[in-house]
């Protein structure tokens, strides 16, 4: 119950392309759902994060949609650029005492010119 | 304060050798988390502090790991006996209280021979 599921594994977008990841959970008490971007040698740094109260949000070129009934939640980079080449993380946390997050096990998207 | 700095960047060892690694966080950051992520996975929560305080330790920190944090400033993870299963990335990360924002170092890479 504790688990984010997170979809695909890889990801080949042509430079210009949508990139779309997908993430599932079962814990109805999560209720923060950040992504995370992480280059290689580099740690995870934080992209854009969402709420179950709103169901879609959007940063520039991120958007993060949110369906709380399927307990599911995307990521959706638009125009992707080579330099979005990177893995991407998932992750959710209940946020109450204490935030740590339960990330998914990772998105290696690869973005081509 | 540029952001979390992690010391060393990397770490080989032998089989058995006891082994520290050091977290400075941001300095107004009252909250620091250790994860460990092995490759191709995402980062695994293993315990957390508020201050000086260590609020919770998850079950994959063994007996063979500590963890401080003196003075609610920087940490340290310790590995006793370290096993090749130990070999990961070991990330630290802080945040304001309640912010629900990380911000993660770039990690110290252990590998055990």
């Known amino acids: 119950q504790q688990q984010v599921k997170q979809s695909p594994q890889s990801l080949i977008v042509q430079k210009g392309g949508i990139s779309i990841i997908n993430c599932a959970y079962e814990n109805t008490a999560f209720d923060y759902f950040p992504w995370y971007q992480q280059f290689p040698g580099k740690g995870p740094a934080l992209l854009i994060a969402?709420?179950?109260?709103?169901s879609e949000k959007k940063e520039g070129r991120f958007t993060i949609s949110f369906n709380k009934s399927a307990k599911q939640f995307s990521l959706h980079i638009m125009d992707s650029q080579p330099g979005d080449s990177a893995t991407y993380f998932c992750a959710a946390s209940t946020g109450y005492n204490t935030d740590k997050l339960i990330f998914g096990t990772g998105t290696r998207l690869q973005v081509f010119p | 304060d540029t952001g979390v700095s992690q010391d060393p960047r990397h770490k080989i060892t032998k089989r058995g050798q006891n082994v520290t690694f050091r977290c400075d966080p941001i300095?107004?950051?009252?909250?620091l988390y250790w994860y460990r992520q092995t490759l191709g996975q995402g980062p695994e929560f293993l315990t957390y502090?508020?201050?000086?305080?260590?609020?919770?330790k998850s079950r994959l920190l063994s007996d063979r790991f500590s963890a401080e944090r003196p003075k609610g400033s920087f940490s340290t993870l310790e590995i006793q006996r370290t096993e090749q299963g130990d070999s990961a990335m070991y990330l630290c990360?802080?945040?304001?209280?309640?912010?629900?924002?990380?911000?993660f170092g770039s990690g110290t890479r252990l590998t055990v021979v």
């Open positions: 300095s107004e950051h009252n909250r």
């Open positions: 990360a802080s945040s304001l209280e309640v912010s629900y924002g990380y911000t």
């Open positions: 969402i709420r179950p109260d709103v």
């Open positions: 502090f508020q201050n000086e305080a260590q609020l919770e």
